[in-house]
T-cell receptor, first 114, second 115 residues
Framework: GENVEQHPSTLSVQEGDSAVIKCTYS??????FPWYKQELGKGPQLIID?????GEKKDQRIAVTLNKTAKHFSLHITETQPEDSAVYFC?????????????FGKGTTLSVSS | ETGVTQTPRHLVMGMTNKKSLKCEQHLGHNAMYWYKQSAKKPLELMFV???????ENNSVPSRFSPECPNSSHLFLHLHTLQPEDSALYLC??????????????FGNGTRLTVT
């Protein structure tokens, strides 16, 4: 089955710096890779996703890159702000019994200090 | 404002109690999910329902019993739980079970503590 590894587990940056979170996956059939942000006391929220036919996707200060050959994908946050502080999860799709299931990484706690 | 509402937000129960978690989605989705979130672990998929029918049970112990009376409501009935079942239980919904075409929307979870 699919296995998703996420690094680092914690990341501390100064406001204005960039932050990069990396994930690797094992199932070459995976074709969808979302990123979720979870703030304290809330459920995860989708912030950006990428499909296997695309190498990079950008949305304002966040971007995701995908290297299918190496089976890894990364989240890039530029010009970080204190409100970016949260836990970030990557995920990869896996075909299940009746649809596609998402396999999640263990999460990265990002702290942005001002 | 989340379109997926979970109640209660917090629950403390003894190992011999019976309780239920409730989830309601206002997004017109057809698929609903239960996930378990424990510290330092990935989100674990427990159950999947599609058009009220259970399509996936991820080897979850029988002390967890899901119920989906319609596409908008999902319950998780709990009985004779163990302390290691303490976790955040997240409900999610999506338009279909093809999550690459219909992203998951999560509720804010129920923080469960088993004493």
């Amino acid at each position: 089955g699919e296995n998703v590894e996420q690094h680092p587990s914690t990341l501390s940056v100064q406001e204005g710096d960039s932050a990069v979170i990396k994930c690797t996956y094992s199932d070459s059939a995976s074709n969808y890779f979302p990123w979720y942000k979870q703030e304290l006391g809330k459920g995860p929220q989708l912030i950006i996703d990428i499909r296997s036919n695309v190498g990079e996707k950008k949305d304002q200060r966040i971007a995701v890159t995908l290297n299918k050959t190496a089976k890894h994908f990364s989240l890039h946050i530029t010009e970080t702000q204190p409100e970016d502080s949260a836990v970030y999860f990557c995920a990869a799709s896996m075909m299940g019994q009746a649809g596609t299931a998402l396999i999640f990484g263990k999460g990265t706690t990002l702290s942005v200090s001002s | 404002e989340t379109g997926v509402t979970q109640t209660p937000r917090h629950l403390v129960m003894g190992m011999t109690n019976k309780k239920s978690l409730k989830c309601e989605q206002h997004l017109g989705h057809n698929a609903m999910y239960w996930y378990k979130q424990s510290a330092k672990k990935p989100l674990e998929l427990m159950f999947v329902y599609n058009f009220k029918e259970q399509t996936e049970n991820n080897s979850v112990p029988s002390r967890f019993s899901p119920e989906c009376p319609n596409s908008s409501h999902l319950f998780l009935h709990l009985h004779t739980l163990q302390p290691e079942d303490s976790a955040l239980y997240l409900c999610a919904s999506s338009l279909s079970t093809r999550t690459e075409n219909s992203p998951l929307h999560f509720g804010n979870g129920t923080r469960l503590t088993v004493t």
